[in-house]
């Protein structure tokens, strides 16, 4: 972990909808602005290319739109992501890259942690989508634990959206000793005071990042995206009861104690958010509490995680599938 302090970028901006050549494009566009002041890390929202697939919360099906989004997405190993990779490493600058990651025209919501020489140092796949989103995107198998990477100022990692929600997910997030966590979301509702759930608006989003804080003990990057006028007519969400109106940006930090420590931006402003974080702050916060350390209780509960990735086909010679427990 790095003595001096890290200064950290936090997008807060409208994806290139349904458009995979755009989207490139505006992320290496921001990547180069966060390197020009100075970050060491810029944080995407989830599905940040080709965008959030909004139109799921306002009809079941759309076929045209998701065979455009499938064919949109993201495929690892190709030459849109290498150009970010080589952006990143043009400007020595890590990346945190959410996107839907399409995998022989299956997709699933991906995270991909580059680093400042280029390099992809973990790929990661969403535990379990939420809700309507499983009308679309598939589970993950054990890529979702590869969710923490060194790189050189410090240890990384992230997550998407209500996989805060894990009790024991996060916990094993937390044990890969993360100093900087990532909050991937999308646009977010604010809560209309009504019926709609509060958990799942703007402020219960946020307050689920901020409680990670706390109890990780890591800096947190809450990254959300936002949507316009533009991208509600391109989504056809206009009505519907998820992001439906311009705005649903509400990207902050919050330190390892769980303060706010960035200005609240407004939720319709594109623009990037920097922090400058303290690294001792991390030591002080864990001198109290530390729930994988000295706060833990191994004698008394573990965790047990299957890391294996499974596939439905097993060569002829291949070891077995069947994955040995391991306890954390």
């Avoid at 290139?16 to 020009?36: F, N, P, R, S, Y």
């Avoid at 970050?39 to 099906?61: D, N, Q, V």
């Avoid at 045209?64 to 952006?87: D, F, G, H, T």
């Amino acid at each position: 972990m790095s003595s001096d302090p890290v200064r950290v970028a936090v997008t807060q901006a409208e994806p290139a909808w349904l458009d995979l050549a755009a989207g490139v494009t505006k992320t290496c566009e921001l990547i180069a602005e966060a390197a020009q002041n100075k970050a060491k890390l810029i944080a995407f929202p989830e599905c940040w290319i080709p965008g959030y697939p909004c139109w799921i919360w306002s009809r079941l099906l759309d076929v045209e739109m998701n065979v455009a989004y499938i064919k949109n997405s993201l495929r690892l190993n190709s030459p849109e992501i290498m150009k970010i990779q080589a952006c990143a490493k043009s400007h020595a600058i890590a990346v945190s890259l959410g996107f839907s990651e399409n995998d022989n025209n299956s997709i699933y919501i991906a995270q991909v942690c580059i680093g400042p020489d280029g390099e992809i140092k973990s790929h990661r796949r969403k535990m379990k989508p939420t809700h309507m989103e499983r009308t679309i995107f598939g589970d993950a198998s054990g890529e979702c634990f590869s969710s923490v990477a060194e790189l050189p100022f410090g240890r990384v990692g992230h997550l998407s959206c209500w996989e805060h929600i894990q009790p024991l997910l996060k916990y094993f997030t937390f044990s890969q000793k993360e100093d900087i966590h990532v909050a991937a979301w999308p646009s977010l509702t604010p809560h209309s005071g009504k019926s709609d759930l509060w958990s799942m608006s703007a402020e219960g989003c946020q307050s689920l990042s901020q409680t990670y804080a706390v109890e990780s003990q890591a800096f947190v990057l809450h990254c959300t995206a936002l949507i316009t006028e533009k991208g509600v007519e391109k989504m056809g969400t206009g009505g519907g009861a998820l992001m439906s109106s311009p705005g649903g940006g509400s990207s902050a930090v919050f330190g390892p104690d769980g303060r706010r420590l960035t200005e609240p931006v407004d939720s319709t402003q594109e623009t990037i958010i920097y922090a400058d974080l303290d690294m001792d702050q991390i030591i002080a916060t864990k001198m109290f509490a530390d729930a994988t350390g000295h706060y833990s209780r191994p004698d008394l509960m573990t965790l047990s995680v299957v890391r294996k990735v499974k596939k439905m086909v097993q060569a002829d010679g291949e070891a077995s599938l069947v994955a040995t427990a391991e306890e954390v």
